[in-house]
């Protein structure tokens, strides 16, 4: 590893340790040139198999520049799809795979999404799984509906079930 101080072709690593949870290994290293130490992380390369076959080195930015599209217009700001773009790169590597099919990238992208903002969420679930006409949208707007329902029952219960408790 070349030094990034006096750009010497070679540096000595003094020490080695894993981090999260053996997923990366930090290397401190020491050039013998400047004498200068810095750090490097070495981690498994995640590669993405494309529908074509095709692989391709896992990409954050990949996913935030996706979802951005999806977002233009909405009230989500930057942070928000950097943060959804954190889960779903944890989804993903979770999974301890070498290798991931990009709808499974997807598909860890759909329910933070849609927990986010429902118009991205149907935006990116149309282009992602090929919606093809208006019943498609309506089936998924039926979804969201009932999950919203079911959420504000859920409130509803817990509502209940603190007043009970506090009588
Ligand atoms: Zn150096």
Redesign the pocket.
């Known amino acids: 590893m070349r030094?990034p101080?006096?750009?010497?072709p070679d540096?000595r690593v003094v020490d080695s340790r894993e981090a999260d949870d053996g997923q990366l290994i930090r290397r401190r290293r020491s050039?013998p040139?400047?004498?200068?130490r810095f750090t490097t992380v070495e981690e498994a390369v995640l590669a993405v198999v494309k529908r074509s076959g095709v692989t391709e080195p896992f990409s954050r930015t990949k996913i935030t520049t996706g979802v951005r599209k999806a977002c233009q217009g909405r009230p989500v700001d930057d942070d928000d799809i950097a943060l959804l773009a954190q889960k779903v790169e944890e989804t993903v590597r979770a999974k301890g795979a070498a290798e991931v099919p990009s709808h499974d990238v997807g598909l860890a992208i759909l329910g933070p999404l849609r927990d986010l903002d429902e118009v991205a969420y149907l935006r990116f679930a149309s282009v992602y799984r090929s919606f093809e006409s208006l019943s498609d949208f309506e089936r998924e707007i039926e979804t969201l509906r009932a999950a919203a329902a079911a959420r504000l029952e859920g409130t509803a219960h817990a509502v209940v079930n603190a007043e009970t408790r506090t009588k």
């Open positions: 030094c101080y006096c750009r010497h540096s050039c040139e400047c004498g200068k």
